[in-house]
Structures are given as structure tokens and as C-alpha cells.
């Protein structure tokens, strides 16, 4: 296990593909980009329930949410996933999907470009 502190934006793609899970047990948070980011990496990820992490990692399916400040869920979800080499994959390969249809830029500036066309539909 190697934490490796603080990084450069430009280093993430690097350090997500050299690791095997991706861990957040943030006690706030607001969208996690960074979630997204070892989604797209294709990472399975161990989160804790805060913020709008759920709405990004689904628990059972791209990663495993705990409750915040128990480590004894952050051990074993880590655990569990690192006994589980196929569900790593399983979960990292959905993950990665999920970022593919929420979250690329063609089904963002969708999701903008419907946003505006209702506001302008009111005028």
C-alpha cells in the first residue's frame, strides 16, 4: 500500500492506473470529481456515504459505500475487494461504463443544452 499525499492534476491518470482500488472515506463531500475520475481510470472505489459520493459510486456496483468515520468498513470493503481480483474488475469495468453514460462531455453539454431549452421554452 503506498499513500502518496497531495498530486498534481496532471499526474492522476498515472496514479490511478498504477493502483487497484481507489479509496475516499471523506467525511464531506460535494460531487466527487475524483470518484469519477478513477471510474474513468476504471477503478473500483471504497467510499464512505457523504455528499453526493452515492450519487457517483453505486454501492454493490462500481464500489462499496461505508458509513463515515468507521474503519472497521473501510478495512473490510478494502479487503473484500482486494480477496476479489474478478470483483475488482467487475466493479472497475462498471464504473467505467457509468462515467461513459453520465458523465462524458457529449452527455453533459446534452444535459445543458435540454437545461436551456426548457428555461427558454418559459420565455
Known amino acids: 500500500m503506498r499513500l502518496v499525499g497531495p498530486c498534481q492534476h496532471q499526474d492522476v491518470p498515472e496514479w490511478m492506473n498504477a493502483s487497484d482500488i481507489f ?21 473500483p472505489i471504497v467510499a464512505t456515504k457523504v455528499g453526493g459520493i452515492p450519487e457517483v459510486v453505486l454501492d454493490g456496483e462500481n ?12 478495512v473490510n470493503a478494502i479487503g473484500q475487494l482486494l480477496d476479489h481480483p474478478e470483483l475488482c474488475q467487475r466493479m472497475g469495468e462498471a464504473g467505467r461504463r457509468r462515467v461513459i453514460e453520465n458523465y462524458s462531455w457529449q452527455e453533459n453539454t446534452e444535459k445543458v443544452k435540454t437545461t436551456y431549452e426548457k428555461l427558454l421554452s418559459v420565455f
Do not use: H, K, M
Open 23 to 43: 479509496c475516499l472515506p471523506s467525511l464531506n463531500e460535494g460531487l466527487p470529481t475524483v470518484c469519477i475520475e478513477a471510474s474513468a481510470c476504471g477503478r
Open 63 to 74: 464500489g462499496i459505500l461505508i458509513e463515515p468515520r468507521n474503519p472497521e468498513q473501510l
